[in-house]
Protein backbone atom coordinates (compact mmCIF):
# COMPACT_ATOMS: atom_id res chain seq x y z
CA UNK A 1 0.00 0.00 0.00
CA UNK A 2 1.33 3.50 -0.98
CA UNK A 3 0.12 6.68 0.56
CA UNK A 4 -0.32 9.40 -1.24
CA UNK A 5 -2.17 11.58 1.59
CA UNK A 6 -3.91 11.29 4.75
CA UNK A 7 -7.03 9.46 2.97
CA UNK A 8 -5.75 8.63 -0.14
CA UNK A 9 -4.08 5.26 -0.99
CA UNK A 10 -2.97 3.23 -4.01
CA UNK A 11 -3.39 -0.22 -3.03
CA UNK A 12 -2.12 -3.29 -5.62
CA UNK A 13 -2.73 0.26 -7.91
CA UNK A 14 -6.15 0.43 -7.26
CA UNK A 15 -6.75 4.06 -6.10
CA UNK A 16 -8.62 4.56 -2.13
CA UNK A 17 -10.25 7.15 -0.57
CA UNK A 18 -10.52 6.12 2.92
CA UNK A 19 -11.33 2.62 3.02
CA UNK A 20 -13.37 2.90 -0.13
CA UNK A 21 -11.72 1.65 -3.42
CA UNK A 22 -12.51 4.54 -6.21
CA UNK A 23 -13.55 2.27 -8.86
CA UNK A 24 -16.43 0.19 -6.26
CA UNK A 25 -17.75 3.89 -5.85
CA UNK A 26 -18.10 4.26 -9.29
CA UNK A 27 -20.25 1.46 -9.42
CA UNK A 28 -22.48 2.09 -6.35
CA UNK A 29 -23.01 5.61 -7.04
CA UNK A 30 -22.69 5.82 -10.73
CA UNK A 31 -20.08 8.12 -13.18
CA UNK A 32 -19.10 10.94 -12.88
CA UNK A 33 -18.46 11.38 -8.87
CA UNK A 34 -17.80 14.06 -6.17
CA UNK A 35 -16.09 12.27 -3.45
CA UNK A 36 -15.35 14.13 0.05
CA UNK A 37 -13.11 12.34 2.71
CA UNK A 38 -14.46 13.22 6.10
CA UNK A 39 -11.40 12.28 7.94
CA UNK A 40 -9.44 14.66 5.83
CA UNK A 41 -11.45 17.38 6.63
CA UNK A 42 -11.40 16.84 10.18
CA UNK A 43 -7.07 16.36 10.27
CA UNK A 44 -7.52 19.83 8.04
CA UNK A 45 -9.08 21.47 10.59
CA UNK A 46 -7.12 20.08 13.80
CA UNK A 47 -3.83 21.14 11.78
CA UNK A 48 -4.80 24.80 11.29
CA UNK A 49 -6.20 24.68 15.21
CA UNK A 50 -3.11 23.32 16.47
CA UNK A 51 -0.52 24.75 14.39
CA UNK A 52 -2.00 28.89 15.07
CA UNK A 53 -2.88 28.10 18.62
CA UNK A 54 0.92 26.78 18.86
CA UNK A 55 1.98 30.63 17.26
CA UNK A 56 -0.58 32.83 19.19
CA UNK A 57 -0.41 31.79 22.48
CA UNK A 58 -1.92 35.08 23.71
CA UNK A 59 -5.52 34.78 23.54
CA UNK A 60 -7.99 32.39 22.00
CA UNK A 61 -7.74 31.17 18.34
CA UNK A 62 -11.04 29.99 16.06
CA UNK A 63 -10.91 28.73 12.45
CA UNK A 64 -13.42 29.69 10.54
CA UNK A 65 -13.04 27.63 7.17
CA UNK A 66 -15.29 29.55 3.87
CA UNK A 67 -18.57 28.03 3.54
CA UNK A 68 -18.22 28.87 -0.16
CA UNK A 69 -15.94 26.60 -0.79
CA UNK A 70 -17.79 23.52 -0.21
CA UNK A 71 -21.45 24.41 1.29
CA UNK A 72 -23.29 21.47 1.70
CA UNK A 73 -25.23 20.52 4.81
CA UNK A 74 -23.24 17.61 5.44
CA UNK A 75 -19.60 18.86 4.97
CA UNK A 76 -21.01 22.24 7.38
CA UNK A 77 -21.95 19.89 9.92
CA UNK A 78 -18.60 17.83 9.93
CA UNK A 79 -17.07 21.84 10.41
CA UNK A 80 -19.81 22.15 13.34
CA UNK A 81 -18.85 19.14 14.75
CA UNK A 82 -14.95 20.11 15.28
CA UNK A 83 -15.80 23.41 16.76
CA UNK A 84 -15.33 25.67 14.03
CA UNK A 85 -16.88 28.65 13.19
CA UNK A 86 -18.31 29.81 9.58
CA UNK A 87 -17.33 32.56 7.19
CA UNK A 88 -20.34 33.23 5.20
CA UNK A 89 -20.61 35.35 2.33
CA UNK A 90 -24.62 35.93 1.11
CA UNK A 91 -27.59 35.32 3.29
CA UNK A 92 -27.80 31.35 1.18
CA UNK A 93 -24.08 30.67 3.46
CA UNK A 94 -26.14 32.17 6.32
CA UNK A 95 -29.20 29.95 6.29
CA UNK A 96 -26.94 26.88 6.09
CA UNK A 97 -24.46 27.68 8.56
CA UNK A 98 -27.14 28.25 11.16
CA UNK A 99 -28.56 25.24 10.46
CA UNK A 100 -25.37 23.38 11.17
CA UNK A 101 -25.45 24.74 14.34
CA UNK A 102 -22.54 27.08 14.60
CA UNK A 103 -21.89 29.61 17.53
CA UNK A 104 -23.36 32.58 15.31
CA UNK A 105 -20.88 34.37 17.41
CA UNK A 106 -18.58 32.36 15.32
CA UNK A 107 -19.92 33.60 11.90
CA UNK A 108 -18.49 35.76 9.72
CA UNK A 109 -20.79 37.79 7.88
CA UNK A 110 -18.52 39.12 4.82
CA UNK A 111 -19.85 40.56 1.17
CA UNK A 112 -20.46 43.44 -0.18
CA UNK A 113 -22.91 44.72 -1.05
CA UNK A 114 -24.60 43.32 1.93
CA UNK A 115 -28.58 42.81 1.35
CA UNK A 116 -30.44 45.24 3.88
CA UNK A 117 -32.60 41.68 4.89
CA UNK A 118 -29.43 40.13 4.83
CA UNK A 119 -28.17 42.02 7.52
CA UNK A 120 -31.17 42.44 9.54
CA UNK A 121 -31.32 38.68 9.57
CA UNK A 122 -27.67 38.56 10.39
CA UNK A 123 -28.45 40.92 13.77
CA UNK A 124 -31.27 39.18 14.84
CA UNK A 125 -29.19 35.69 15.42
CA UNK A 126 -26.35 37.40 16.47
CA UNK A 127 -23.44 36.63 13.61
CA UNK A 128 -21.08 38.90 13.58
CA UNK A 129 -21.09 41.41 10.63
CA UNK A 130 -18.00 42.76 8.73
CA UNK A 131 -18.71 46.04 8.50
CA UNK A 132 -17.33 46.30 4.19
CA UNK A 133 -19.05 49.84 3.14
CA UNK A 134 -20.27 52.97 4.69
CA UNK A 135 -23.66 52.60 3.28
CA UNK A 136 -24.16 49.39 5.07
CA UNK A 137 -23.87 50.87 8.91
CA UNK A 138 -27.50 52.24 9.04
CA UNK A 139 -28.70 49.20 7.87
CA UNK A 140 -27.20 47.36 10.98
CA UNK A 141 -27.69 50.25 13.03
CA UNK A 142 -31.69 50.21 12.78
CA UNK A 143 -32.24 46.15 12.98
CA UNK A 144 -29.98 46.22 16.24
CA UNK A 145 -32.10 49.12 17.57
CA UNK A 146 -35.13 47.10 16.24
CA UNK A 147 -34.54 44.09 17.83
CA UNK A 148 -32.58 45.76 20.99
CA UNK A 149 -29.01 44.41 21.22
CA UNK A 150 -25.95 45.91 20.28
CA UNK A 151 -24.68 44.70 17.08
CA UNK A 152 -21.43 43.43 17.19
CA UNK A 153 -19.07 44.83 13.91
CA UNK A 154 -15.64 44.61 12.57
CA UNK A 155 -14.42 46.60 9.94
CA UNK A 156 -12.74 44.90 6.86
CA UNK A 157 -9.46 46.59 6.64
CA UNK A 158 -7.08 46.84 3.15
CA UNK A 159 -4.39 47.03 3.90
CA UNK A 160 -1.60 47.73 1.19
CA UNK A 161 0.78 45.38 0.32
CA UNK A 162 3.73 47.86 -0.65
CA UNK A 163 6.15 45.18 -0.24
CA UNK A 164 4.71 42.60 -2.51
CA UNK A 165 4.95 43.50 -5.80
CA UNK A 166 5.27 39.95 -7.91
CA UNK A 167 3.10 38.84 -10.33
CA UNK A 168 -0.13 38.32 -8.64
CA UNK A 169 -1.04 34.43 -9.61
CA UNK A 170 -5.01 35.87 -10.24
CA UNK A 171 -3.91 37.56 -12.83
CA UNK A 172 -5.10 36.10 -16.37
CA UNK A 173 -4.50 39.11 -17.88
CA UNK A 174 -0.53 38.95 -18.15
CA UNK A 175 1.48 40.44 -15.48
CA UNK A 176 -0.19 42.56 -12.66
CA UNK A 177 1.50 43.20 -9.45
CA UNK A 178 -0.05 42.34 -6.66
CA UNK A 179 -0.21 45.57 -4.07
CA UNK A 180 -2.74 47.10 -7.36
CA UNK A 181 -4.53 44.20 -7.91
CA UNK A 182 -5.15 43.76 -4.33
CA UNK A 183 -6.33 47.62 -4.12
CA UNK A 184 -8.65 46.97 -7.06
CA UNK A 185 -10.48 44.03 -5.38
CA UNK A 186 -13.45 45.30 -4.08
CA UNK A 187 -13.13 43.98 -0.42
CA UNK A 188 -11.99 46.49 2.78
CA UNK A 189 -11.97 49.85 3.11
CA UNK A 190 -9.22 52.18 2.53
CA UNK A 191 -7.56 53.73 5.61
CA UNK A 192 -10.11 57.13 5.40
CA UNK A 193 -13.64 55.08 4.68
CA UNK A 194 -12.18 52.63 7.71
CA UNK A 195 -11.60 55.65 10.01
CA UNK A 196 -14.76 56.96 9.23
CA UNK A 197 -16.42 53.66 9.53
CA UNK A 198 -14.84 52.83 13.08
CA UNK A 199 -15.94 56.40 14.40
CA UNK A 200 -19.13 55.83 13.35
CA UNK A 201 -19.58 52.68 15.03
CA UNK A 202 -18.03 53.53 18.36
CA UNK A 203 -20.47 56.73 18.72
CA UNK A 204 -23.43 54.59 17.87
CA UNK A 205 -24.99 53.05 21.28
CA UNK A 206 -26.34 50.34 18.74
CA UNK A 207 -22.99 49.15 17.83
CA UNK A 208 -20.08 47.65 19.54
CA UNK A 209 -16.48 47.59 17.02
CA UNK A 210 -15.37 44.25 18.64
CA UNK A 211 -12.32 44.06 16.01
CA UNK A 212 -10.72 44.32 12.72
CA UNK A 213 -10.97 41.72 9.66
CA UNK A 214 -8.94 41.16 6.38
CA UNK A 215 -8.43 38.84 3.69
CA UNK A 216 -6.58 39.19 0.61
CA UNK A 217 -7.00 35.35 -1.04
CA UNK A 218 -4.37 33.43 -2.54
CA UNK A 219 -2.66 35.56 -4.61
CA UNK A 220 0.55 33.95 -4.05
CA UNK A 221 1.49 30.72 -2.29
CA UNK A 222 4.73 31.84 -0.42
CA UNK A 223 5.41 32.60 2.99
CA UNK A 224 7.00 35.95 1.85
CA UNK A 225 3.46 37.02 0.92
CA UNK A 226 2.06 36.14 4.22
CA UNK A 227 4.87 37.82 5.92
CA UNK A 228 3.85 41.26 4.43
CA UNK A 229 0.15 40.66 4.66
CA UNK A 230 0.48 40.17 8.28
CA UNK A 231 2.93 43.48 8.27
CA UNK A 232 0.42 45.51 6.18
CA UNK A 233 -1.90 44.45 8.37
CA UNK A 234 -0.37 45.33 11.76
CA UNK A 235 0.32 48.98 9.80
CA UNK A 236 -2.76 49.36 9.24
CA UNK A 237 -4.92 48.20 12.42
CA UNK A 238 -1.97 50.43 14.10
CA UNK A 239 -2.87 53.54 12.00
CA UNK A 240 -6.70 53.40 12.24
CA UNK A 241 -6.53 52.28 16.17
CA UNK A 242 -4.34 55.67 16.76
CA UNK A 243 -7.29 58.03 14.37
CA UNK A 244 -9.93 55.85 16.68
CA UNK A 245 -8.22 57.34 19.75
CA UNK A 246 -6.53 54.63 21.07
CA UNK A 247 -8.84 51.77 20.47
CA UNK A 248 -8.07 48.29 21.07
CA UNK A 249 -9.37 45.40 19.06
CA UNK A 250 -10.35 42.06 20.97
CA UNK A 251 -10.83 40.11 17.95
CA UNK A 252 -8.20 39.87 14.21
CA UNK A 253 -9.53 37.76 11.62
CA UNK A 254 -6.87 37.43 9.08
CA UNK A 255 -8.96 35.86 6.07
CA UNK A 256 -7.70 33.00 3.74
CA UNK A 257 -5.77 32.22 0.97
CA UNK A 258 -3.57 29.08 2.13
CA UNK A 259 -2.79 27.30 -0.71
CA UNK A 260 -3.66 23.28 -0.96
CA UNK A 261 -0.25 21.48 -0.61
CA UNK A 262 -0.71 20.45 -4.31
CA UNK A 263 -1.59 23.48 -5.13
CA UNK A 264 -3.08 23.23 -8.65
CA UNK A 265 -4.32 27.37 -8.15
CA UNK A 266 -2.62 28.62 -11.77
CA UNK A 267 -0.51 25.57 -12.66
CA UNK A 268 -2.45 25.99 -16.24
CA UNK A 269 -0.57 29.56 -17.18
CA UNK A 270 2.52 29.50 -18.08
CA UNK A 271 3.17 33.13 -18.66
CA UNK A 272 6.01 31.96 -21.29
CA UNK A 273 3.13 30.60 -23.35
CA UNK A 274 2.33 33.14 -25.81
CA UNK A 275 6.14 33.69 -26.86
CA UNK A 276 6.50 30.11 -27.48
CA UNK A 277 3.18 29.64 -28.90
CA UNK A 278 4.22 33.35 -31.47
CA UNK A 279 7.27 31.03 -32.19
CA UNK A 280 5.68 27.85 -33.20
CA UNK A 281 2.78 30.01 -35.00
CA UNK A 282 5.54 31.98 -37.23
CA UNK A 283 7.55 28.88 -37.93
CA UNK A 284 4.78 26.96 -39.27
CA UNK A 285 3.85 30.15 -40.99
CA UNK A 286 7.53 29.96 -42.55
CA UNK A 287 7.34 25.94 -43.33
CA UNK A 288 4.50 26.43 -45.48
CA UNK A 289 7.04 27.09 -47.63
CA UNK A 290 8.79 23.74 -47.72
CA UNK A 291 5.35 21.68 -48.49
CA UNK A 292 3.01 20.37 -46.48
CA UNK A 293 4.54 17.16 -45.94
CA UNK A 294 7.93 18.88 -44.20
CA UNK A 295 5.34 21.26 -42.49
CA UNK A 296 3.75 18.29 -40.65
CA UNK A 297 6.54 16.19 -40.23
CA UNK A 298 8.39 19.48 -38.21
CA UNK A 299 5.05 20.19 -35.86
CA UNK A 300 4.81 16.77 -34.90
CA UNK A 301 7.75 16.96 -33.86
CA UNK A 302 7.51 20.12 -31.92
CA UNK A 303 4.17 19.53 -30.51
CA UNK A 304 5.64 16.03 -29.18
CA UNK A 305 8.77 18.00 -27.90
CA UNK A 306 7.39 21.69 -26.41
CA UNK A 307 3.33 21.08 -25.81
CA UNK A 308 2.97 19.52 -22.85
CA UNK A 309 1.14 20.57 -19.30
CA UNK A 310 2.44 19.21 -15.63
CA UNK A 311 0.60 19.69 -12.48
CA UNK A 312 2.85 21.17 -10.20
CA UNK A 313 5.14 18.87 -8.85
CA UNK A 314 6.42 21.62 -5.88
CA UNK A 315 4.63 21.31 -2.51
CA UNK A 316 3.23 24.65 -1.05
CA UNK A 317 4.40 25.30 2.22
CA UNK A 318 2.35 22.77 5.14
CA UNK A 319 -0.15 24.37 7.44
CA UNK A 320 2.40 24.88 10.04
CA UNK A 321 4.54 26.96 7.94
CA UNK A 322 1.49 29.24 7.66
CA UNK A 323 0.90 29.31 10.81
CA UNK A 324 4.47 30.28 12.14
CA UNK A 325 5.30 33.07 9.69
CA UNK A 326 1.24 34.56 9.79
CA UNK A 327 1.09 34.36 13.47
CA UNK A 328 4.94 35.67 14.29
CA UNK A 329 4.60 38.37 11.79
CA UNK A 330 1.51 39.92 13.12
CA UNK A 331 2.42 38.97 16.76
CA UNK A 332 6.26 41.15 16.13
CA UNK A 333 4.44 43.98 14.04
CA UNK A 334 1.50 44.98 16.17
CA UNK A 335 3.69 45.06 19.44
CA UNK A 336 6.14 47.01 17.68
CA UNK A 337 3.30 49.37 16.67
CA UNK A 338 2.04 49.52 20.81
CA UNK A 339 -0.75 47.15 19.89
CA UNK A 340 -0.95 44.54 23.03
CA UNK A 341 -2.24 41.24 21.36
CA UNK A 342 -2.81 39.75 25.19
CA UNK A 343 -6.34 38.14 24.78
CA UNK A 344 -7.16 39.19 21.63
CA UNK A 345 -9.06 36.04 19.55
CA UNK A 346 -7.52 35.62 16.06
CA UNK A 347 -9.71 34.36 13.38
CA UNK A 348 -8.66 32.79 10.32
CA UNK A 349 -11.07 31.69 7.03
CA UNK A 350 -9.47 29.11 5.11
CA UNK A 351 -11.53 27.71 2.60
CA UNK A 352 -9.31 26.24 -0.28
CA UNK A 353 -7.13 24.42 2.62
CA UNK A 354 -9.50 22.74 4.49
CA UNK A 355 -11.58 21.09 1.49
CA UNK A 356 -8.85 21.03 -1.52
CA UNK A 357 -7.70 18.05 -0.71
CA UNK A 358 -10.56 16.41 1.12
CA UNK A 359 -12.11 15.64 -2.20
CA UNK A 360 -11.83 13.71 -5.40
CA UNK A 361 -13.56 13.91 -8.53
CA UNK A 362 -14.15 10.52 -10.39
CA UNK A 363 -14.46 10.62 -13.87
CA UNK A 364 -14.66 7.15 -16.62
CA UNK A 365 -13.44 7.08 -19.88
CA UNK A 366 -16.05 7.10 -22.67
CA UNK A 367 -14.13 7.19 -25.82
CA UNK A 368 -10.49 8.11 -27.36
CA UNK A 369 -9.72 8.86 -30.61
CA UNK A 370 -6.25 8.54 -31.58
CA UNK A 371 -5.21 11.49 -34.85
CA UNK A 372 -1.59 9.72 -36.57
CA UNK A 373 -1.60 12.02 -39.63
CA UNK A 374 -0.91 15.21 -40.02
CA UNK A 375 0.47 15.31 -36.44
CA UNK A 376 -0.13 13.20 -33.86
CA UNK A 377 -2.68 13.81 -31.64
CA UNK A 378 -4.70 11.30 -28.67
CA UNK A 379 -7.67 12.94 -27.19
CA UNK A 380 -9.62 11.06 -24.57
CA UNK A 381 -12.72 11.82 -23.66
CA UNK A 382 -14.81 11.33 -20.11
CA UNK A 383 -17.81 11.65 -18.95
CA UNK A 384 -17.80 14.98 -16.42
CA UNK A 385 -17.19 18.36 -18.04
CA UNK A 386 -15.52 21.71 -17.12
CA UNK A 387 -18.61 22.92 -16.19
CA UNK A 388 -18.85 20.61 -13.14
CA UNK A 389 -14.93 21.72 -12.46
CA UNK A 390 -15.59 25.81 -13.14
CA UNK A 391 -14.68 26.84 -9.76
CA UNK A 392 -11.29 25.91 -10.62
CA UNK A 393 -11.33 27.09 -14.55
CA UNK A 394 -11.71 30.67 -13.19
CA UNK A 395 -8.79 29.96 -11.32
CA UNK A 396 -6.77 27.97 -14.25
CA UNK A 397 -6.50 24.87 -12.31
CA UNK A 398 -4.58 21.85 -13.41
CA UNK A 399 -4.95 19.12 -11.37
CA UNK A 400 -3.01 16.38 -10.61
CA UNK A 401 -4.45 13.16 -11.33
CA UNK A 402 -4.63 9.56 -10.95
CA UNK A 403 -5.95 6.79 -12.97
CA UNK A 404 -7.54 5.15 -10.22
CA UNK A 405 -8.01 1.64 -11.72
CA UNK A 406 -4.15 1.04 -13.27
CA UNK A 407 -2.12 3.46 -10.79
CA UNK A 408 0.80 2.61 -11.11
CA UNK A 409 0.47 2.19 -15.07
CA UNK A 410 3.59 4.17 -17.06
CA UNK A 411 2.58 7.19 -18.28
CA UNK A 412 4.28 6.83 -22.28
CA UNK A 413 2.28 8.57 -23.97
CA UNK A 414 0.20 12.46 -24.67
CA UNK A 415 -3.48 13.06 -24.38
CA UNK A 416 -5.36 15.82 -23.86
CA UNK A 417 -8.56 14.30 -21.16
CA UNK A 418 -11.59 16.47 -22.25
CA UNK A 419 -14.90 16.50 -21.06
CA UNK A 420 -18.47 15.83 -22.13
CA UNK A 421 -20.04 19.35 -22.98
CA UNK A 422 -19.62 20.93 -26.85
CA UNK A 423 -17.20 23.36 -25.79
CA UNK A 424 -12.93 21.85 -26.25
CA UNK A 425 -13.58 21.14 -22.68
CA UNK A 426 -9.54 20.47 -22.15
CA UNK A 427 -9.49 19.44 -18.39
CA UNK A 428 -6.59 18.36 -18.67
CA UNK A 429 -4.94 19.48 -22.10
CA UNK A 430 -1.44 17.75 -22.85
CA UNK A 431 -0.38 16.02 -20.22
CA UNK A 432 1.65 12.28 -19.79
CA UNK A 433 -0.62 9.53 -19.42
CA UNK A 434 -0.81 5.57 -19.93
CA UNK A 435 -3.04 4.13 -23.14
CA UNK A 436 -6.23 4.81 -21.82
CA UNK A 437 -9.35 2.40 -22.66
CA UNK A 438 -13.01 2.95 -22.23
CA UNK A 439 -13.73 1.93 -18.82
CA UNK A 440 -10.55 3.34 -17.02
CA UNK A 441 -11.29 5.71 -14.21
CA UNK A 442 -9.73 8.91 -14.03
CA UNK A 443 -9.27 10.39 -10.16
CA UNK A 444 -9.43 14.01 -10.15
CA UNK A 445 -7.12 14.85 -6.96
CA UNK A 446 -7.79 17.98 -4.85
CA UNK A 447 -11.11 19.10 -5.91
CA UNK A 448 -12.83 19.29 -2.76
CA UNK A 449 -13.04 23.34 -2.95
CA UNK A 450 -15.24 25.86 -5.20
CA UNK A 451 -15.44 23.05 -7.65
CA UNK A 452 -18.58 21.03 -6.94
CA UNK A 453 -20.45 24.15 -5.94
CA UNK A 454 -19.98 26.24 -8.95
CA UNK A 455 -21.02 23.53 -11.20
CA UNK A 456 -23.42 24.36 -13.91
CA UNK A 457 -25.96 22.96 -16.62
CA UNK A 458 -24.77 23.93 -19.34
CA UNK A 459 -25.85 21.81 -22.40
CA UNK A 460 -28.51 20.58 -19.82
CA UNK A 461 -26.57 18.22 -18.23
CA UNK A 462 -27.67 17.16 -14.82
CA UNK A 463 -24.85 17.33 -12.19
CA UNK A 464 -23.15 14.46 -10.52
CA UNK A 465 -23.78 12.98 -6.95
CA UNK A 466 -21.41 13.94 -4.17
CA UNK A 467 -20.48 11.26 -1.51
CA UNK A 468 -19.12 11.57 2.31
CA UNK A 469 -16.69 8.80 2.71
CA UNK A 470 -15.85 7.72 6.47
CA UNK A 471 -13.71 4.55 7.15
CA UNK A 472 -15.62 2.46 4.99
CA UNK A 473 -19.05 4.45 5.06
CA UNK A 474 -20.18 5.74 1.99
CA UNK A 475 -23.46 7.87 2.23
CA UNK A 476 -24.73 10.74 -0.60
CA UNK A 477 -24.61 13.90 0.57
CA UNK A 478 -26.02 15.67 -2.48
CA UNK A 479 -28.05 13.46 -4.79
CA UNK A 480 -26.99 13.25 -8.89
CA UNK A 481 -29.63 15.35 -10.63
CA UNK A 482 -32.07 13.76 -12.84
CA UNK A 483 -33.79 15.85 -16.21
CA UNK A 484 -36.79 17.17 -14.29
CA UNK A 485 -34.52 19.04 -11.70
CA UNK A 486 -32.85 20.68 -14.89
CA UNK A 487 -35.88 21.58 -15.86
CA UNK A 488 -37.42 22.63 -12.98
CA UNK A 489 -37.17 26.15 -12.89
CA UNK A 490 -38.79 26.71 -16.57
CA UNK A 491 -41.84 28.38 -17.22
CA UNK A 492 -43.57 28.03 -20.52
CA UNK A 493 -45.87 31.12 -20.89
CA UNK A 494 -49.68 29.47 -21.79
CA UNK A 495 -49.40 31.49 -25.08
CA UNK A 496 -47.09 29.20 -26.54
CA UNK A 497 -49.79 25.91 -26.00
CA UNK A 498 -47.15 23.64 -24.24
CA UNK A 499 -46.52 23.70 -20.33
CA UNK A 500 -43.21 22.75 -19.62
CA UNK A 501 -39.62 23.55 -22.18
CA UNK A 502 -39.09 19.53 -22.04
C1 LIG B 1 -13.74 36.88 3.08
C2 LIG B 1 -13.15 35.60 2.63
N1 LIG B 1 -12.59 34.77 3.54
C3 LIG B 1 -12.05 33.59 3.17
C4 LIG B 1 -12.04 33.16 1.85
C5 LIG B 1 -11.42 31.84 1.50
O1 LIG B 1 -10.30 31.93 0.69
P1 LIG B 1 -9.43 30.63 0.33
O2 LIG B 1 -10.35 29.59 -0.19
O3 LIG B 1 -8.48 31.11 -0.70
O4 LIG B 1 -8.76 30.19 1.58
C6 LIG B 1 -12.60 34.00 0.87
C7 LIG B 1 -12.57 33.59 -0.55
O5 LIG B 1 -12.90 34.26 -1.46
C8 LIG B 1 -13.18 35.25 1.27
O6 LIG B 1 -13.74 36.07 0.37
Same mark, same amino acid.
Do not use: M
Given at each position: MKRLDDALTDRDGSLYIEERQATQLLEEFGSPLFVVSEDQIRRNVRRFQTAFST? $??? /? %????? @?????? $? +??????????? /?????????????? !??????? %????????? %??? %??????? #?????????? +?? *?????????? &????? &????????? @? #???????? =????? *? /???????? =???? &?? /??????? #?????????????????????????? !? +???? $? *?EQMRAYAFEIARVCEALGGYRPKELDIGGGYAIPRDPHNAATDYTEPLKLSLFYMLSKTLKLAGDKARYKVMTEMVDRFIEMAPKQKPAPSIEEYAATATSTLTRELSARGIDTKGVMLQLEPGRSIHGNSGVHLTTVRGVKRVVTPVVWNIVAVDTTEFWLTGGRYEHHLHDFRVANRMGAACDQKADIVGASCFADRLLPAVRVPELAPGDVIAFLDAGAYQEVSASNFNALPRPATVLVSGKNADVIRRRETLDDVFQRDLVPKRLGREKAA
Open positions: G $WTQ /G %PVKIL @PAAKAS $W +SAAVQSVLASE /GCGCDTYSPGELAI !ALNAGFD %PALISVNGF %PKD %PAHVRHS #VEVGARLTID +SL *EEIDAIEAAA &KATGT &KAKVRVRLK @P #VLSGFIDN =TEFAS *E /GLIPTDLA =TLAY &KG /GLGFEEA #VAAGKRVLASPHLQLVGFHQHHGRHD !A +SLRY $W *E
